[in-house]
């Protein structure tokens, strides 16, 4: 499998990257779970992303999948919260309430991304994702994690540089990843969309946006 992922970032690339050994996928699956919300009264379609704990009682979402779950500053709206393991059948979900608590807007990025609140902390192991502020590097090894399709799936991949109208440090700039998991093709897929993009130290260099797999293109 491969697939492009466009991602949100605030930060730059140079030309080349260095040998690198990464942290395993495995270390780092407690920072993210799956959100999902009925899209109507019925139940019958539900709509899912995926998002990161940065606190305790903070989630970071992006602003599509928060736009489509009808979320709001000033009131408390249930979604539920699933989190997995690999390799195990056992699930942990629960209905919670949330709200934006605040957000980094679309003239900063690309696509806003939304903090959300949660109105008690969860009960489950957690782990809270560090940020990353330094500049990321053509060539430089990634990690992707996210609920596809509501099941936990995480990809090793690379930074693709490619060329864009816009220069890096535009509000408009995106970035592209390129992620592969053994012989698997197009693992992330819809239900993907927040889920983080780690370096190799673990620390969150990216937020998937929008995915390219290559079945798309026939390949």
């Known amino acids: 499998m491969r697939a492009t992922l466009t991602i949100l970032a605030a930060i730059f690339f140079s030309t080349s990257a260095a ?11 407690d920072s993210t779970v799956s959100i999902s919300r009925p899209a109507d009264g019925s139940g019958l379609y539900t709509l899912r992303g995926s998002a990161w704990f940065i606190k305790r009682t903070e989630l970071v979402a992006i602003h599509h999948v928060v736009e489509a779950f009808a979320l709001s500053r000033d009131e408390w709206r249930e979604i539920s919260i699933t989190q997995q393991y690999p390799g195990s059948i056992w699930w942990n979900e629960v209905k919670v309430h949330v709200r934006i608590k605040r957000m980094i807007a679309e003239d900063e990025v690309p696509e806003g991304l939304h903090f959300l609140e949660l109105k008690e902390p969860l009960a489950w192991p957690i782990q809270l994702a560090k940020i990353r502020t330094t500049p990321f590097v053509a060539g430089e090894a990634a990690i992707g994690i996210a609920y596809s399709q509501g ?4 990809a090793r991949g690379q ?9 890096p440090g535009h509000p408009k700039y995106v970035a592209n990843f390129e992620l592969v998991r053994r012989t698997e093709r197009d693992v992330l897929l819809g239900g993907s969309s927040g889920g983080p993009i780690f370096d190799c130290e673990g620390r969150v260099m990216g937020v998937i946006s929008r995915i390219f797999p290559e079945s798309m293109f026939g390949v």
Request: hydrophobic content about 50%; overall charge negative.
């Open 159 to 167: 930074f693709v540089p490619f060329s864009q109208p816009v220069a």
């Open 151 to 154: 099941t936990l799936t995480a």
């Open 19 to 29: 040998a690198q050994e990464c942290v395993e996928p495995e270390v780092l699956i």
